[in-house]
């Protein structure tokens, strides 16, 4: 299998050309009418707004964090960990910002496009969301991989076996990726989750009881925050949140697979080891194809279309 170790990154690569061409195709969607516009474009700016705040107060957070790991470890390519670190801070944070991107914008054009049939609005919102999850898996695949293949072919003398080599260098290195993923998902999860509802809260006591207001009217100033929030917790938060919990998955199943030997003989076998990337990378294509089966026609099930392109991935796989 190690000498298919390139296609992981490969396939981590196609998933986010992929989601860059649902991107492409959520911007070219109708936006709507005007009013529906200003909304959702104050939506996206605070949005927006609040993810760049948040990221700066993390972007300090991780590079201290990195630097105490770096100086916490005698051996200089031990220190590695700290490179690990920030890489996985990284691209969990980056999955979080384009998935955002991407959904408020998708927002405004799915309900558009639900003022006119199901179909369309089915199809922008399944684009938009997809965006998110092809740069989850297209991140986690793409960094892990990459960090591997590094690490690989750099750490460790010839004296050293193969065995050794991961055990002791590679994957214990490797697995700060996903101590740097955790962090971003800690404080994109909760922060985001705080705001929207302090945001949900404010709007229901202040506009709907104090003033008058209906429930989730725009008027109401609270209920754009409480909608902001809705993107920045469930959206930025939850990507990241998903982020963590892909590449802790593949990286302690990589962790077990190098204790494992081959039957019979004893020997190691990297296999094992890399057996978590290529379920990974097989699960990308098999994804992407089943995007494919995601339609309905006007009057149909969404639940059904969305169950018919898991159904179908199966035999594929």
């Not at 705040?53 to 590079?63: N, T």
């Not at 051996?75 to 384009?98: E, Y």
């Not at 709007?203 to 920045?232: S, Y």
Request: hydrophobic letters at 50%.
């Amino acid at each position: 299998m190690e000498n298919y170790v390139w296609f992981f990154p490969i396939a981590g690569l196609l998933a986010l050309v992929f989601a860059f061409l649902k991107t492409v195709g959520v911007n070219k969607a109708d936006r709507g009418s005007e009013n529906m516009l200003t909304i959702s474009r104050a939506i996206r700016e605070g949005a927006m707004a609040f993810l760049a705040r948040e990221y700066k107060v993390l972007a300090i957070f991780v590079v201290t964090v990195a630097i105490l790991l770096a100086l916490g470890y005698k051996m200089q390519v031990q220190a590695l960990v700290a490179v690990s670190f920030a890489i996985g801070a990284l691209c969990s944070g980056l999955a979080g910002f384009f998935g955002m991107r991407v959904a408020t914008k998708a927002n405004v054009r799915t309900a558009n496009a639900a003022r006119h049939g199901l179909t369309g609005a089915l199809k922008v919102a399944f684009d938009g969301g997809s965006v998110m999850g092809m740069c989850v898996v297209g991140l986690g695949t793409l960094g892990l991989s990459t960090l591997f293949i590094i690490y690989r072919a750099t750490l460790g003398g010839s004296g050293m076996t193969l065995q050794s080599q991961l055990t002791d260098l590679v994957l214990p290195i490797l697995s700060g990726f996903s101590l740097g993923a955790s962090s971003i998902a800690l404080f994109a999860r909760v922060g985001g989750g705080i705001y929207t509802k302090a945001a949900d809260v404010g709007a229901d006591l202040v506009g709907k009881l104090e003033a008058g207001i209906p429930e989730d009217d725009p008027r109401n100033p609270a209920v754009i925050a409480d909608l902001v929030g809705d993107n920045v917790g469930d959206v930025a938060g939850m990507g990241a949140d998903l982020f963590e919990s892909y590449v802790g998955a593949i990286i302690g199943s990589m962790v077990l697979g190098a204790t494992i030997t081959m039957a019979g003989s004893g020997s190691f076998s990297i296999d094992f080891v890399l057996l978590p990337l290529m379920l990974a990378s097989i699960g990308i294509i098999v994804s992407i194809i089943g995007t494919i089966f995601v339609r309905t026609k006007e009057g149909g099930n969404p639940q059904f279309a969305l169950n018919l392109g898991t159904w179908l991935s199966f035999p594929i796989s």
